[in-house]
């Protein structure tokens, strides 16, 4: 019995290596991005409720001469402002939707304005609500894109329950999710 344990033991032993080495050898391996052959020229979310929430709505992305262009209609909101950023993951099955991690940061700023150089690229700032909930968004983003490493396709779309300070650090402190919306591509051009 001793000597077949030992010899399972040292095949699985063996297995364990083979398997490191496989690992070694495609991270030394090039990614190469994929072409798709269009460029996105439209995205859209739409936002959906977190637990106890009543928040929903719409948000586009355009693409403009000199950027971006967001216009969001969300609706179910107390009066007044609204963090609203885009996180590094369009996952918005948690019920709280912290699934969807932290703001998208792919060069390592620290949290911001939206008209600030430095900042988180998912830093877009506030929502306004009137006093019966609503919030219209309209701005042009020079940071957020299509493609590469800013690219906001397939990230999440958040909305939080109460004001992005746009200072304090990493959130602005703008405190729970009150909507979460998966970004999708929504026309492309040749
Ligand atoms: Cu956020
Ligand atoms: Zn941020």
Redesign the pocket.
């Known amino acids: 019995m001793k000597y077949h344990k030992s010899v399972l033991l040292g095949s699985l032993f063996l297995i364990m290596i083979s398997g490191m080495d496989c690992e070694k050898k495609e991270s030394v391996e090039k990614i190469v991005p994929v072409e798709l052959g269009r460029i996105v020229t439209k995205a859209i979310a739409v936002l959906h409720p977190t637990e106890d929430s009543n928040v929903q709505g719409t948000v586009t992305f355009t693409k403009v001469a000199d950027g971006i262009e967001i216009i969001a209609d969300v609706r179910g909101l107390s009066p007044g402002k609204h963090?609203?950023?885009?996180?590094e993951y369009g996952d918005c099955s948690a019920l709280d939707a912290t699934s969807?991690g932290?703001?998208f940061n792919p060069e390592d700023m620290p949290h911001g304005a939206p008209t600030d150089k430095k900042r988180h690229v998912?830093d877009l700032g506030n929502l306004m609500a009137d006093s019966e909930g609503k919030a219209h968004y309209q701005r042009v983003d020079r940071q957020i894109s299509f493609s590469g490493i800013h690219s906001i396709i397939g990230l999440a779309v958040?909305?939080?329950q109460g004001e992005?300070d746009l200072t304090s650090q990493p959130?602005?402190n703008?405190g729970p999710?009150v909507a979460c919306g998966v970004i999708g591509i929504d026309e492309t051009t040749k």
């Open positions: 963090g609203f950023h885009i996180h969807a932290g703001h998912g958040i909305i939080h992005d959130t602005g703008a999710r």
